[in-house]
């Protein structure tokens, strides 16, 4: 089983296109080779392939962190499935995870949300969607400060916040203080929860 995530910059018309375009493809480049792992195209979307289905929300979760971080966002789905045809652009290859990531992505704007997941699962779906969308509540809202210590943190599991402070430029004060208010222990909880349910469906 592999993980597809489909996703367009949001009001991308309003933003100078090279600017954002070019931070977009920064963010993106630690998560692979381009076009075979993750490609930008039509201008403001964007598909990326993530090998291990369980890093997924993750990996959603820190590209909106640093979208937000520069006062920008977008809508994503993430499919789960198969990949059946390996082409050399991303956007050319084809499996039940990019169905599902696809056909989903196309619902995001009529269902007014900026992120859901698939897996064809229907009771693990409906469980883990309404998750997410009760993150969105507060993860859509993240200010730049907020969005900066989310994907510092994300990337650097391993540092006390003294060292993330430190990395951020803040004492270990306001670091606890931008972790209360991202409500990133509550991110956490629901990447180990997402975890645990993708790795029961990969088993089965």
Known sequence: MTSIITGDIIGSRQQESEHWIEDLKKILVPFGETPSQWEVYRGDEF???????EEALLTVILIKAHLRAIKS???MSIGFGDKIHDAEKISESNGSAFIHSGELFETLKKQKVTLAMRTGNDEIDEKLNLMI???LTFMDSWLVQSAEFVAVAIENPTLSQEELGQKLGINQAAVSR???RA???LVMNLDRYFRKQIKQLTSL
């Open 178 to 180: 931008r972790q209360k």
């Open 47 to 53: 598909q990326i392939e993530v090998k291990n289905p």
């Open 183 to 185: 409500q990133f222990d």
């Open 133 to 135: 969308q009760l993150a």
């Open 73 to 75: 966002d977008a809508r």
